[in-house]
């Protein structure tokens, strides 16, 4: 492993650390994204600017406001990594209100969605950005109607800020899924990968370079093919390196941050391990890549693709939560 990498990976370590001890009544899967969101800017966390974030979100939002929910830490997070956290959070609620009115529901994928598109588009295209991700979310769902949700909304909003028509880019994820649908078992996450895809624009063997990842990753016992990580294997389908070299950096990176503390089995899943570690490989790989525009591109897609696989997580590990607790 390379020394630049490995200092990466000692500085993810170390943010989660930090987060995980400032916010320990937090979420551990958003904590954890949040420590990611620090080390790919290859910054230490900075507790004091992501409590002021947290601070200002309680102060400009309701007692039960969403943006208080799950998510909220890693809100605060890309808040204070933002050049003007006021402005910032004005643009994002003011957004998450133009996706409510056009009928999304309030939840922590809408919270993610309204940030991605105040962060990524300009005050003047909000109506129109909000516009589109409805446009898409509607034609998915015109494909899929049971598949399509709320986890769709990030997807959704990423779709509406790339250069695809809605109509165009539904057709293109359905003939993906048509071609790949039969290799895996979730539907749903079948669907995510699509998007994903989608977003390579119309890439000549899509669907066998990912199921040429899948089986290199199998034949080292690593299953990137699984409900959470299936998105994953989409991005590291779209980069410029050979199967062989990403199979080998994900493999390494997985094994490292295992023996690290607060990446043991106890406290992070192999799925989620998986996922991480395919985030911090990629964002390596798109770093090497030379055109500023395609890199700038393909890392913004990839933060809010982890974003939507962390957030499903945390939803799917607090409602696991509240069923227990109910149960008793």
Same mark, same amino acid.
């Given at each position: ?110 919270? $993610? /969605? &309204?940030?991605?598109? =105040?962060?990524?588009? !300009? *005050? ?6 909000? +516009? %589109? ?72 063997? $899509? /669907? &066998?370079?990912?199921? =040429?990842?899948?089986? !290199? *990753? ?6 990137? +093919? %699984? ?102």
């Amino acid at each position: 492993m390379k020394e630049h990498f490995a200092a990466r990976l000692d500085l993810f370590v170390q943010n989660n650390q930090q987060i995980k001890k400032a916010f320990a009544w937090k979420s551990g899967q958003i904590n954890r994204l949040a420590a990611l969101l620090y080390t790919v800017e290859n910054k230490a966390a900075d507790l004091d600017a992501i409590r002021d974030s947290s601070e200002l979100i309680k102060s400009s939002t309701g007692l039960f406001s969403t943006f208080r929910g799950n998510l909220s830490v890693c809100i605060a997070a890309l808040l204070s990594l933002s050049g003007d956290r006021k402005t910032q959070l004005s643009d994002t609620l003011a957004v998450y209100e133009l996706l409510k009115e056009r009928k999304l529901r309030a939840s922590d994928y809408l919270v $993610a /969605a &309204a940030y991605q598109i =105040a962060a990524h588009s !300009a *005050f003047d295209q909000h109506q129109r950005m909000a +516009d %589109r991700t409805r446009q898409f979310y509607d034609s998915m769902k015109e494909y899929h109607r049971f598949l399509t949700g709320q986890d769709d909304y990030i997807f959704s909003a990423m779709l509406a800020l790339s250069d695809l028509e809605p109509e165009q880019g539904a057709a293109r994820m359905e003939q993906l899924y048509t071609e790949l649908k039969p290799e895996f078992l979730s539907g749903n996450s079948v669907q995510a990968l699509t998007q994903v895809l989608a977003l390579g624009a119309e890439t000549p063997g $899509a /669907a &066998a370079r990912v199921l =040429a990842l899948r089986d !290199a *990753f199998r034949s080292r016992g690593l299953r990137m +093919d %699984r409900e959470y990580t299936l998105s994953s294997l989409g991005v590291l389908s779209l980069l410029p390196a050979d199967d062989e070299t990403l199979v080998q950096d994900i493999s390494d990176t997985h094994d490292y941050l295992r023996t690290q503390k607060g990446f043991g089995s106890w406290s992070v899943t192999k799925q989620e391990l998986l996922l991480l570690s395919a985030a911090l490989v990629s964002y390596k790989h798109i770093e090497a890549v030379q055109s500023g525009i395609l890199a700038s591109a393909l890392s913004t897609s990839l933060t809010n693709i982890v974003i939507a696989q962390q957030t499903a997580i945390a939803v799917a590990a607090a409602s696991s939560a509240a069923a227990a607790s109910s149960s008793h």
